[in-house]
């Protein structure tokens, strides 16, 4: 499975950026696929998820500021991502859940500034 990420860049503070990824490959049942970010020198973490069944999770920072969608067609998840803080800052991974393996993208870097 290979993850191809694209959208990241340099926006102002209290701005809009929007993150796709698209899955390709040796795709047969998704369990999860989403969103993490790492920060420097931080943990990555949980940013905005689909689980199995569509349902969605979201990092309590960015509810009501972002939001995860999807087209199954084409195995591409987006993650629209609007007020921007500085703080988030970070590189934004793509992730997939399939058959017990975890499959990541390269990581697009996303720079908020003040």
């Known amino acids: 499975v290979q993850l191809q990420a694209s959208g990241g860049g340099l926006v102002q503070a209290g701005g809009s950026l929007r993150l796709s990824c698209a899955a390709s490959?040796?795709?047969?049942?998704?369990?999860?696929m989403g969103w993490y970010r790492q920060a420097p020198g931080k943990q990555r973490e949980l940013v905005a998820i689909?689980?199995?069944?569509?349902?969605?999770n979201y990092a309590d920072s960015v509810k009501g500021r972002f939001t995860i969608s999807r087209d199954n067609a084409k195995y591409t998840v987006y993650l629209q991502m609007n007020s921007l803080k500085p703080e988030e800052t970070a590189v934004y991974y793509c992730?997939?859940?399939?058959?017990?393996?975890?499959?990541w993208g390269k990581g697009t870097l996303v720079t908020v500034s003040s």
């Open positions: 992730n997939l859940g399939q058959l017990g393996m975890n499959y």
């Open positions: 490959g040796s795709i047969f049942s998704i369990n999860t």
């Open positions: 689909f689980t199995r069944g569509g349902s969605t």
